[in-house]
């Protein structure tokens, strides 16, 4: 899938930990005679445990064979050792579609300051690790808005980026969209049918873009053009087309990515939650047809801070989650 590409290119791998993925034509399917000893392969949500305890040979046994060319057993064990030092308990946060029958795990520790991300393929070979520490954020992570939002969008949308950590939300770490959330349209683990090259391919592309809640237009961008699905993304115009809602409060919605010439409201007209803005489209730092939702303290993307957005439903929601 087009968007899990995107996901790696935007994730930190920037560490003094460990990464090592494989592509898919690098897959080397590891069957069950093949671990130690005839040992049944691990199941990808008992990673965290047999990582915790130090079953280091049992992970590595069940490593690919690219992973295994890239990373030394004892370089696995020595990283394990350090990362794990301190930790007590890891637990599962999200599971993500991957693509060719592949998934991706995200794990944290109990203090919330180190992560680990794994990818499984169909056999559950183990197609690469990643450990990371996590950026932290306590004292703005609690402030949430005094509006109250609906999504922005009907329907069922799946979350790609959301939460309060930098592998499940890679906005995390910018503190001007810092609580953003990206929303796809999914259907049997494809956000796609047909060409992949084309926009029209996409589920999200040309669905409505509503107003999440009652506020005024301060702010509308419509010209720019959709980017290409699988070419280059509009670095130069990362919003692409937009609309910046004031809810009172000093809270800013930021609507982002909208399909070109496709926005029905403009500055200054006052709008009802529900109402709609415009259509989804794939304009600006999008890789491909998707919603960008986020609220900050000022109609100014640079130099507004983000706030964590109350939504009008208990649940809460990450990364993998479907939401309606």
């Known amino acids: ?25 690098e897959v080397e399917e590891i069957k069950e005679e093949d671990t130690d000893q005839g040992e049944k392969l691990l199941k990808p949500k ?18 690919s064979k690219a992973f295994q060319k890239a990373v030394s057993l004892k370089q696995l064990q020595e990283l394990g050792e350090e990362f794990n030092k301190d930790i007590t308990t890891y637990t599962l ?7 060719n029958g592949s998934n991706q795990y995200v794990w944290i520790d109990d203090s ?7 990818v ?7 197609q690469g690790i990643q450990f990371i520490p996590l950026d932290m954020y306590p004292e703005t992570d609690n402030i949430y808005t005094e509006t109250v939002f609906d999504f922005p969008f009907q329907g069922k949308w799946f979350v790609l980026w959301g939460g309060t950590n930098n592998l499940i939300n890679y906005h995390y770490a910018y503190e001007n969209q810092r609580y953003a959330y990206d929303f796809l349209t999914m259907n049997e683990n494809s956000t ?5 090259t084309l926009n029209e391919s996409y589920y ?4 409505e873009y509503l107003a999440p809640a009652d506020g005024m237009v301060v702010k509308v961008e419509n010209s720019v053009k959709d980017n290409t699905p699988v070419g280059r993304m509009n670095d130069k115009q990362p919003f ?27 500055e200054g007209d006052q709008v009802k939650k529900g109402d709609l803005l415009g259509l989804v489209g794939n304009s600006g730092h999008s890789s491909e047809p998707h919603i960008h939702f986020h609220v900050a303290d000022s109609p100014d993307p640079m130099t507004s801070k983000s706030i964590n957005i109350t939504f009008d439903r208990k649940d809460k929601f990450i990364q993998g989650d479907f939401v309606e």
């Open 1 to 25: 899938m087009r968007y899990l590409s995107f996901l790696l290119l935007l994730v930190a791998f920037s560490t003094v930990f460990l990464t090592a993925c494989t592509t898919g034509e």
């Open 46 to 63: 008992e990673l965290s445990d047999a990582f915790l305890n130090g079953n280091y040979e049992k992970v590595y046994s069940q490593t």
């Open 93 to 99: 946060q999200s599971e993500l579609p991957y693509g």
């Open 112 to 118: 919330g300051s180190k992560g680990m991300l794994a």
């Open 120 to 126: 499984f393929d169909v056999e559950d070979t183990i």
């Open 192 to 196: 796609y049918e047909g060409d992949p």
């Open 204 to 207: 999200a592309f040309g669905k």
């Open 240 to 266: 692409g087309n937009y609309v910046i809602l004031d809810h009172g409060n000093k809270e800013f919605s930021y609507l982002v990515h909208f399909k070109h010439q496709s926005i029905v409201v403009k």
